[in-house]
């Protein structure tokens, strides 16, 4: 089994978008950085190191050797009654020295270079596989704005934990998401599998994307999109109003053909009442015809 996928995978193809959450085309991802297998064992491992190679380990206890005092023997050996003891320091007494303690130490791993760079391409791809790749062409912030990248992030439909990966001329962006509590920031060159590991997005820009992004085949559509959808500007009020507009206090559209329904019942009951009355004022004459008649 090889680590990289043959065919193009769905989860390559991703937007291409500016800093103001405009689309600027399709593109597909390099599948030899996020197309891997995802070896979850590999990944744990390479990250526990990472983990451990961050540890200081300065912590240290004093033994009872480096306990200050307790040189004269507390009581004599027999005739007490009580256990003997030779020092105060010993483990067992209060302000001794501590027994089997933590000293200081270098907790850092050995692993193999080939393992952190596989490591981190199934992060990568993990992350590819989820939709959760952002790829932005560049910064174009003129002046370090914490406003102007709270308003990307918003735009770009990013939420959560943020990993900005920044460039050399990133100086500027890097100083805008720097007050951010929920954005990370990290240069290319030293990104790790557990940076991309604990974030929900991973952002990168044209420069900083490992990999050679083409152009997507035609007719692609992105695996996921997080912007948000566009809105449709608001019509100028000029103060006119629209015959098909609703007015308050006016009758709905059904109350309408209710009313419609009622006008035409009352100008059926009318015709008939009218009817009745014809008919009755002949049927009287006829009467008094044959009266006459007799």
């Known amino acids: 089994m090889t680590d990289t996928l043959v065919e193009t995978a769905p989860h390559l193809i991703v937007e291409r978008c500016n800093d103001s959450g405009g689309l600027m085309g399709i593109v597909q991802l390099d599948p030899e950085y996020f197309g891997a297998m995802v070896n979850v064992p590999l990944l744990h491992q390479v990250v526990t190191a990472q983990l451990a190679a961050k540890r200081s380990g300065t912590h240290s206890t004093k033994t009872r050797a480096e306990v200050a005092g307790g040189g004269a023997k507390p009581y004599r050996q027999k005739g007490t009654g009580r256990a003997r003891q030779g020092t105060t320091r010993a483990p067992q007494f209060t302000g001794g020295g501590i027994a089997f303690g933590p000293k200081p130490r270098d907790y850092s791993q050995s692993t193999p270079r080939k393992m952190v760079r596989l490591a981190l391409r199934a992060a990568l791809s993990d992350r590819a596989l989820e939709g959760r790749i952002c790829l932005v062409d560049r910064w174009s912030y003129e002046v370090p704005k914490t406003k102007q990248a709270v308003a990307s992030l918003r735009a770009l439909g990013l939420d959560g934990n943020v990993l900005v990966v920044i460039g050399g001329e990133d100086a500027v962006a890097e100083r805008a998401f720097g007050n951010l509590a929920d954005v990370d920031l990290v240069e290319a ?14 952002v990168f820009t044209d420069e900083t994307v490992p990999g050679i992004i083409t152009d997507a085949p035609e007719g692609s559509v992105a695996f996921s999109s997080a912007r948000p959808e ?13 015959v098909d507009d609703e007015i308050p206090g006016s009758p709905e559209a059904g109350d309408e053909d209710e009313l419609d329904a009622e006008d035409e019942l009352d100008a059926e009951d009318e015709l008939d009442a009218e009817d009745e009355e014809a008919s009755v004022d002949e049927e009287a004459g006829e009467t008094d015809e044959e009266e006459e008649d007799k």
């Open 189 to 202: 060159g030293q990104l790790t599998a557990y940076d991309v590991v604990k974030s929900d997005w991973v």
């Open 230 to 242: 566009v809105l449709e500007p608001a019509e100028a009020d000029d103060g006119s109003v629209d």
